[in-house]
């Protein structure tokens, strides 16, 4: 018999994976906030979150192929800079050897910022795909080495912060996404930005649970609110006015954001 706890984990996975089929963002900004209203330790928070990001994506992986919406150079020129970048700061994390409070007032204090930088790019979104779309074509938009170089560079950026804080891959990968490759649509832009934090938070998730950082119990529970969570929220995607979640969403990350950095 699940007692309150499981179930509080439960209800959180469902509540998460309703809210991100319905809008395809807020995975990692809103679970691993809810994770340490639970008392979970930001470190092992992060590790489990990003397993958990790395099984419910890999679904929107296969969908996303099934209708031709992913740039598999694209995600490969990203991988290449992020799944380096994961490893890199998980050795970083690794041979520091800190005091585990210090460490976790590290990711704590990161993960308030990501999620303020997060809420910034979920506010300001439609302003950037407008900025990139409206410079398309002209010598704002980069072409072949130097873009391909940039998007590597995107993707090393987003390797480090998403390993650090589970937060990022989602709003912040689709925002940068957006202004490297503006004549892209947005549904192989959003595919392409899933197909890509498959491996990095694979890679992530299993670095961190190497290092002990890591509740497979918790990851399974979340899974089983999650994983119907994620099908009710996409059927009822594009009901609800995306000028109304996203300025909801975007004061919750804010207020969040604020009271663990500040």
Same mark, same amino acid.
């Given at each position: 018999? #699940?007692?309150?706890?499981?179930?509080?984990?439960? $209800?959180?996975?469902?509540?998460?994976?309703?809210?991100?089929?319905?809008?395809?963002?807020?995975?990692?900004?809103?679970?691993?906030?809810?994770?340490?209203?639970?008392?979970?330790?930001?470190?092992?928070?992060? &590790?489990?979150?990003?397993?958990?990001?790395?099984?419910?994506?890999?679904?929107?992986?296969?969908?996303? *192929?099934?209708?031709?919406?992913?740039?598999?150079?694209?995600?490969?020129?990203?991988?290449?800079? +992020?799944?380096?970048?994961?490893?890199?700061?998980?050795?970083?994390?690794?041979?520091?050897?800190?005091?585990? *409070? $210090?460490?976790?007032?590290?990711?704590?204090?990161?993960?308030?910022?990501? =999620?303020?930088?997060?809420?910034?790019?979920?506010?300001?979104?439609?302003?950037?795909?407008?900025?990139? *779309?409206?410079?398309?074509?002209?010598?704002?938009?980069?072409?072949?080495?130097?873009?391909?170089?940039?998007?590597?560079?995107? &993707?090393?950026?987003?390797?480090?912060?998403? /390993?650090?804080?589970?937060?990022?891959?989602?709003?912040?990968?689709?925002?940068?996404?957006? #202004? =490297?490759?503006?004549?892209?649509?947005?549904?192989?832009?959003?595919?392409?930005?899933?197909?890509?934090?498959?491996? =990095?938070?694979? $890679?992530?998730?299993?670095?961190?649970?190497?290092?002990?950082?890591?509740?497979?119990?918790?990851?399974?529970?979340?899974?089983?609110?999650?994983?119907?969570?994620?099908?009710?929220?996409?059927?009822?995607?594009?009901?609800? +006015?995306?000028?109304?979640?996203?300025?909801?969403?975007? /004061?919750?990350?804010?207020?969040?954001?604020?009271?663990?950095?500040?």
């Amino acid at each position: 018999m #699940l007692d309150v706890g499981m179930l509080g984990f439960i $209800v959180a996975g469902l509540v998460v994976g309703f809210i991100v089929g319905m809008t395809g963002v807020g995975g990692g900004s809103l679970m691993t906030p809810i994770l340490l209203w639970f008392g979970i330790p930001p470190a092992a928070a992060v &590790g489990t979150d990003l397993l958990y990001a790395a099984i419910t994506k890999a679904g929107g992986v296969f969908v996303h *192929q099934k209708n031709k919406n992913i740039d598999w150079k694209i995600t490969g020129w990203l991988a290449l800079g +992020s799944v380096p970048a994961a490893a890199i700061t998980l050795l970083v994390l690794h041979n520091l050897h800190t005091d585990t *409070q $210090v460490m976790n007032a590290v990711i704590k204090h990161a993960l308030g910022w990501a =999620l303020l930088f997060t809420a910034v790019a979920i506010v300001f979104k439609q302003q950037i795909i407008a900025f990139a *779309q409206k410079h398309a074509g002209d010598q704002f938009t980069l072409s072949g080495s130097r873009l391909n170089l940039l998007t590597v560079i995107t &993707g090393v950026l987003l390797g480090a912060i998403v /390993t650090l804080t589970s937060i990022g891959a989602g709003a912040l990968g689709t925002v940068a996404l957006f #202004l =490297l490759y503006p004549l892209m649509t947005t549904k192989r832009l959003v595919g392409t930005e899933i197909a890509h934090a498959v491996p =990095l938070t694979l $890679v992530a998730g299993l670095g961190h649970a190497s290092m002990g950082n890591m509740d497979w119990t918790l990851l399974a529970y979340l899974l089983m609110g999650s994983l119907p969570g994620i099908y009710f929220g996409s059927h009822l995607s594009g009901r609800i +006015s995306d000028n109304v979640l996203r300025p909801c969403l975007a /004061t919750m990350l804010v207020f969040i954001g604020y009271k663990l950095v500040f």
